[in-house]
């Protein structure tokens, strides 16, 4: 099994070549355009950017392995994000259940939906669930296109490492953004590709600008980048709140 830096760690979402086209300049509704497909890159292009290759379920391994917690802090992320007890929170990607448990353990009030499109992800993290006795996780099978959430349903939706692996981003977003309440918070954990330093392959980075410009293309509005992460940018953006 090959496992190189650059595949990304969680939302492992299967992308097939249907609509891959290799002819340089295709659209598909004007969204997204098509070109021989790079070496990390499916050949899909949305908003200048290509979007990358990811990785199945049978890397669940790397998900967890030892030294995540040192090498990426993912223990600081977990302890950042702006939760209250009581908020709904989904782990988009959820994939094994890395962030799922320990932010559950964070809102003992609310609950976490555990969002994957892997029915196999979902069983390791059910089973993981119930050997815990958690009470508040929720296992939600969504799509290429959407989470599968309930409208106004979500206070905090959260994605480590993997937004840039969506074969439909624009669907997904806006997806997302439907199921946040007005003033829910969506938050992008994503490689910083300002730093050559990061040792992560390019298309499994994105740069501050990027997501900026995709997230406000659906409606959110951007509320602050932090980057107390080694690696990582951490950008938090909000549904407007009509009231």
Known sequence: MRLPYGFTFLFLWCITAAGCSADSGATDDGVYEFKTASRDGIGKVYM???????????????????????????DLLIDRLPLRPDHHVADIGAGTGYF????????????VYAVDIQPEMLAMLSDRSRSLSVDNVTAVLGSETAPNLSPGSIDVA???????????????GLALADALRPGGKLILIE???????????????????QVRREMEAIGLTWIVTEDYLPQQHVLVFAKPDKS
Request: charged content about 30%; proline content about 7%.
């Open 48 to 74: 200048g950017r290509e979007i990358s290759h990811v990785m199945g379920h049978l890397g669940a391994g790397w998900l967890e392995r030892p030294e995540r917690e040192r090498l990426e802090r993912t």
């Open 100 to 111: 799922t448990f320990p932010v559950a353990a964070r809102v003992p009030d609310g609950q």
């Open 158 to 172: 959260f994605i480590v490492d993997a937004y840039h692996e969506f074969s439909h981003p624009r669907e997904m």
């Open 191 to 209: 490689y910083r590709a300002e730093d050559r330093s990061v040792p992560i392959k390019a298309l499994h980075k994105m740069s501050e600008a």
